[in-house]
Every structure is written in structure tokens, then in C-alpha cells.
């Protein structure tokens, strides 16, 4: 059961756009439209900003938008606002009946 | 409105056991599947377990398998997880949080599990 890979940080300018990486393999990632992203401020729970690959629960800004390619899911973030600063977690279902978490990417909003 | 609030985080020695609850309430809780995350001290989220809304189709982490159970009471609203034969790496904040199509749309605000002699 080995994590997810993703980048530790990225940074993005206000307004700009920055995409977040979540590498798996054929049996998480690759192989399940399972793929979800959370978002994560200092001291809180997470919350969830995309399931199943694309789909944005309600309240979820339409900034936030969720892809997948092969193995790897993507998570990119538009127009990029202060309160967008915060880490950001991918999870998979995997072939193991187990749901993994990537290492988290720390958002910076320079 | 949805809630779920955890419980039953405390200091225990290495070896020990506790037994965590979370409350649910603002849905019907028989209805969904849950499961129980964590998170050590400045570190990212780990899934630690799922239950099947009727209780069935228990599954773990294997680094929890064994010594961790989890069980629910639809009757009372309130998923558990039994922790015995704790680690100092299994100290961190665990959340419950509820499954809607294999992605977490819920989540507690936590209860603090510290391993310590």
C-alpha cells in the first residue's frame, strides 16, 4: 500500500493557474475513476473539492477542476485566490479494497 | 446538516487500547458507507479503515490490520474504532469521515490519539 506521488509544494501568482500531479499505478489510479482531491487549511479537517475525477461536490467554486491521464490525476486550480493557500491531498480507491492519499502539495499563493 | 463528531482520543502508554467513537447526525447513517482517517503531527492524511453502511466489508491499512477493528450501531448513530496494541507511530488526530461515491464528502473535526510512556 504504498501512497500516492505528489509534488511537496507549488506556488502560483494571484489570478494565475497552477495544476497539482497525483502519480499511482494500473491498480489505483489507473485503474479506478476513483480519484478524489481535498483541501486542507491549517488546523481543520479536510474537505472535499472533486470525486470521482471530475465531479465538484455542491458549494465547490468551479475553479477547481479535476483530470486524469493513464496513472496519473491532475488537480488544477484557476484564478488563483489567497484562500486557495493550503494543502491539497489526492486519494484513490485501489484493487486492494483499500483507498490510498497522496503526501500532500502544500499551495503557495505568492 | 450533516455533523459527525469524533471522541475517546486520550494519552495512552505503548501497548494500550482506546476505543474512538463519532456521532453521527443530519443524514441517514445506515445509508453510507464510513471511514476512519489519520493524520500524525505535521504530516499528511493516511486512510486507517472502511465499514459497509450494514457493517459488513470491514478493510484496513495493513499497517493497522490486526490490531485495529471497526464496527458500527445504526441503531445509535455512531461509528467506532477499536485501537489496541498502539504504536508511538500511531499517535495522530483520527477522523471519521463519510464515503458518498469512494470520496470522503464529510469528515469530523478529529479526536487526538497520543502514545506516549
Known amino acids: 500500500q504504498s501512497a500516492l506521488t505528489q509534488p511537496p509544494s507549488a506556488s502560483g501568482s494571484p489570478g494565475q493557474s497552477v495544476t497539482i500531479s497525483c502519480t499511482g499505478t494500473s491498480s489505483d489510479v489507473g485503474g479506478y475513476n476513483y480519484v478524489s482531491w481535498y483541501q486542507q487549511h491549517p488546523g481543520k479537517a479536510p474537505k472535499v473539492l472533486i470525486y470521482?475525477?471530475?465531479r465538484r461536490p455542491s458549494g465547490v467554486p468551479d475553479r477547481f477542476t479535476g483530470s486524469k491521464s493513464g496513472s496519473t490525476a491532475s488537480l488544477t486550480v484557476s484564478g488563483l485566490q489567497a484562500e486557495d493557500e493550503a494543502d491539497y491531498y489526492c486519494?484513490?480507491?485501489?484493487?486492494?479494497?483499500?483507498?490510498?492519499f497522496g503526501g500532500g502539495t502544500k499551495l503557495t499563493v505568492l | 446538516e450533516v455533523q459527525l463528531v469524533e471522541s475517546g482520543g486520550a494519552l495512552v502508554l505503548p501497548g494500550g487500547s482506546l476505543r474512538l467513537s463519532c456521532a453521527a447526525s443530519?443524514?441517514?447513517?445506515?445509508?453510507?458507507?464510513m471511514h476512519w482517517v489519520r493524520q500524525a503531527p505535521g504530516k499528511g492524511l493516511v486512510w486507517v479503515s472502511r465499514?459497509?453502511?450494514?457493517?459488513?466489508?470491514?478493510a484496513y491499512a495493513d499497517s493497522v490490520k490486526g490490531r485495529f477493528t471497526i464496527s458500527r450501531d445504526n441503531a445509535k448513530d455512531t461509528l467506532y474504532l477499536q485501537v489496541n496494541s498502539l504504536r508511538a507511530e500511531d499517535m495522530a488526530v483520527y477522523y471519521c469521515?463519510?464515503?458518498?461515491?469512494?470520496?470522503?464528502?464529510?469528515w469530523g473535526q478529529g479526536t487526538l490519539v497520543t502514545v506516549s510512556s
Open positions: 469521515a463519510r464515503d458518498f461515491n469512494y470520496g470522503l464528502d464529510h
Open positions: 486519494s484513490s480507491y485501489a484493487v486492494t479494497d483499500t483507498w490510498l
Open positions: 443530519g443524514f441517514t447513517f445506515s445509508g453510507y458507507w
Open positions: 470521482e475525477v471530475t
Open positions: 465499514i459497509k453502511s450494514d457493517g459488513s466489508g470491514a
